[in-house]
């Protein structure tokens, strides 16, 4: 308000900006706080794996409660097509069961308890499995449309191969669920998203290879800018350990690098799409939180949501 003032009296009347206004002024400008990029939407990974049991109702659900802005989920198919909340490729690593998703029906996925494997720790380092005595159930995707808020938006992670009968299934309940709005989706591979990407009421992310190679070009191109389409949402993490691979005619030379993907100028290059948005994976600590938010990226992927939630109101 005191900036306001001296700016609107030396509007009307110049002669009364004197040297020891002119320093009010100076002096007001520099002891304000610098401003802050807007604080980045929260997406739960996995439902909030680091909370609470990965993909399950219970934990999608606190994620809520934990300020979470975006809810992700990691979906595969049962073998008799429904699809499903997980995210290994056996259910061994999770449950008290094992088998690979796609052989097991979904009667036996839901009979194993999808927290079984999920620990906590004291501040001795004494590891604890709260789950073992209270089971919790592997969720449909159905299940999750229908339990959570029709308002949250949904990213999901499409996980297993072959990606027809996936898709497909996947596809079937969205339309039959009218989540088609609601729901976004994801894939490491570049044929699952393009074959959802039939569907006319689809939305996909840009694919992953489609993203890296764009940063790797600007990385090595002098910084050439090739932004995305309109409307694409880009995701890839933060930071991330690559291998750059030099073909010799009598073999090849490796070097291993620390990737910082997300630079102002690729962000700049990104968001000169149109409505383009850019989400980072592998936000979990402090320090990432800071350079994401300085950075100006729209969405962070969290294990953690209470953590991101005890940081954002740290920055208020």
């Given at each position: 308000m005191?900036?306001k003032?001296?700016?609107?009296?030396?509007?009307?009347?110049?002669q009364?900006?004197?040297t020891?206004?002119?320093?009010?002024?100076?002096?007001?400008c520099q002891?304000?706080a610098?401003?802050?990029?807007?604080?980045?939407?929260v997406?739960a990974?996995?439902?909030?794996?680091?909370?609470g049991?990965?993909?399950?109702?219970?934990?999608?659900?606190?994620?809520?409660?934990?300020g979470?802005?975006l809810?992700?989920m990691?979906?595969?198919?049962?073998?008799?097509?429904?699809?499903?909340?997980?995210?290994?490729?056996d259910?061994?690593?999770l449950t008290?069961?094992?088998?690979a998703?796609?052989?097991?029906?979904?009667?036996?996925?839901?009979a194993?308890?999808?927290?079984y494997?999920?620990?906590?720790?004291?501040?001795a380092?004494?590891?604890?499995?709260?789950y073992?005595q209270?089971?919790v159930?592997?969720?449909?995707?159905?299940?999750?449309?229908?339990?959570?808020?029709?308002?949250?938006?949904?990213?999901?992670?499409?996980?297993q191969?072959?990606?027809?009968?996936?898709?497909?299934?996947?596809?079937?309940?969205?339309?039959?669920?009218?989540?088609?709005?609601r729901?976004?989706f994801?894939?490491?591979?570049?044929?699952?998203?393009?074959l959802?990407?039939?569907?006319?009421?689809?939305?996909?992310?840009?694919?992953?290879?489609?993203?890296r190679e764009?940063?790797?070009?600007?990385?090595?191109n002098?910084?050439?800018?090739?932004?995305p389409?309109?409307?694409?949402?880009?995701?890839?993490?933060l930071?991330?350990?690559?291998?750059?691979?030099?073909?010799?005619?009598?073999?090849?030379g490796?070097?291993?690098?620390?990737a910082?993907?997300?630079?102002?100028?690729a962000?700049?290059?990104f968001?000169?799409?149109?409505?383009?948005?850019?989400?980072?994976?592998?936000?979990?600590?402090?320090?990432?939180y800071?350079?994401?938010?300085?950075?100006?990226v729209?969405?962070?992927?969290?294990d953690?949501p209470?953590?991101?939630n005890a940081l954002?109101?740290?920055?208020?």
């Open positions: 005191q900036m003032s001296f700016l609107f009296a030396a509007s009307f009347a110049p009364m900006l004197a020891a206004g002119l320093s009010l002024l100076l002096a007001a002891s304000a610098p401003l802050m990029p807007p604080q980045p939407l997406a990974h996995r439902g909030g794996t680091g909370d049991p990965e993909n399950t109702l219970p934990s999608l659900q606190a994620s809520l409660k934990n979470a802005d809810l992700w990691t979906v595969q198919v049962s073998r008799d097509g429904v699809p499903v909340l997980y995210r290994p490729a259910v061994a690593a008290d069961g094992k088998g998703v796609n052989t097991l029906t979904l009667a036996q996925l839901q194993l308890n999808a927290g494997q999920y620990s906590e720790s004291d501040t380092g004494t590891k604890t499995y709260p073992r209270q089971p159930m592997m969720p449909t995707l159905r299940a999750a449309l229908r339990s959570l808020p029709v308002a949250t938006p949904l990213l999901i992670d499409l996980k191969l072959p990606a027809e009968p996936l898709v497909t299934a996947v596809a079937n309940v969205v339309e039959q669920e009218h989540a088609w709005q729901v976004r994801y894939s490491t591979d570049a044929e699952v998203l393009a959802m990407a039939r569907y006319a009421h689809a939305q996909v992310f840009e694919s992953r290879d489609a993203t764009r940063l790797v070009r600007m990385a090595f002098g910084g050439a800018c090739e932004p389409a309109a409307g694409v949402w880009a995701g890839i993490e930071v991330r350990k690559v291998s750059v691979v030099e073909k010799f005619t009598l073999g090849e490796v070097s291993e690098v620390t910082h993907w997300w630079t102002p100028a962000l700049q290059c968001r000169s799409g149109k409505a383009v948005k850019v989400m980072v994976f592998g936000v979990d600590s402090e320090a990432a800071r350079e994401a938010q300085q950075l100006g729209d969405v962070v992927m969290t953690s209470a953590r991101m954002r109101k740290m920055s208020r």
